[in-house]
C-alpha cells in the first residue's frame, strides 16, 4: 500500500456540489489569467504563476512554428519573443489560427517579412479564414495578395507569382 505523498495527494472523496460551482469559477479564472492576459486570481503565488504563464506561451510558440515555419524562421531566435508579446493577452485559438492572425496583425502594419508574406498569401489563397471560425479549403479559384505576395489557387494547387 502507498501512502499519500507516495502517490499524490490523499483522495479526499467526491466534491460538495455546492463547492463545485465556486471551484470551476476559480480554475476558470486562473486558466483565463494564464492564457488570455485576464488578472492573477487571488491566492496564486506570483513567482509561479508567471513561469507556468511563460512556459504555456512558449509551448504556443512551438505549436505556431510547426504550423507557421516561415513565420517563425523570419523571426530567427527572436521568434518566441515576438509571440509572447503578440499572444500574451490572446486566447489561444489552436496553433494554426494564432499564427494567421499574428500574420495579418503584422501584415495590417507593414512589419510582416516577406518569407512569411509568401506563407501568409499561399494560405490566403487556398483556404478561406475569417478570423472567427475555423479555416475551410476554398473550392473556387482565389487570386491572393498579402504584403507584396501574390498567390493563385487553382483546382486545388497554389501558385506564387509574385514574391516581395
Known amino acids: 500500500m502507498t501512502t499519500p505523498s507516495e502517490s499524490g495527494p490523499a483522495d479526499r472523496g467526491p466534491v460538495d456540489p455546492a463547492v463545485a460551482p465556486g471551484l470551476a469559477a476559480r480554475q476558470a479564472a486562473l486558466v483565463d ?3 488570455a492576459g485576464s488578472p492573477m486570481p487571488e491566492g ?3 513567482f509561479k504563476f508567471e513561469a507556468a504563464r511563460v ?3 512558449r509551448k504556443r510558440a512551438g505549436e505556431v512554428a510547426r504550423q507557421w515555419p516561415m513565420l517563425a524562421a523570419a523571426f530567427g531566435d527572436r521568434w518566441k519573443h515576438e509571440f ?3 499572444a ?6 489552436g496553433s494554426l489560427r494564432d499564427g494567421w492572425d499574428m ?7 507593414n512589419a510582416l517579412p516577406a518569407a512569411a508574406a509568401v506563407e501568409l498569401a499561399e494560405r490566403e489563397a487556398a483556404w478561406h479564414y475569417n478570423g472567427t471560425e475555423p479555416p ?7 487570386l491572393h495578395s498579402t504584403a507584396g505576395a501574390t498567390t493563385l489557387q487553382l483546382a486545388g494547387r497554389v501558385w506564387v507569382l509574385r514574391r516581395p
Open 33 to 35: 489569467a494564464l492564457t
Open 44 to 46: 496564486i503565488d506570483p
Open 55 to 57: 512556459a504555456l506561451l
Open 84 to 86: 509572447a508579446t503578440w
Open 88 to 93: 500574451a493577452t490572446r486566447p489561444t485559438q
Open 103 to 109: 500574420a495579418r496583425s503584422l501584415a495590417a502594419r
Open 136 to 142: 475551410r479549403s476554398r473550392r473556387t479559384p482565389a
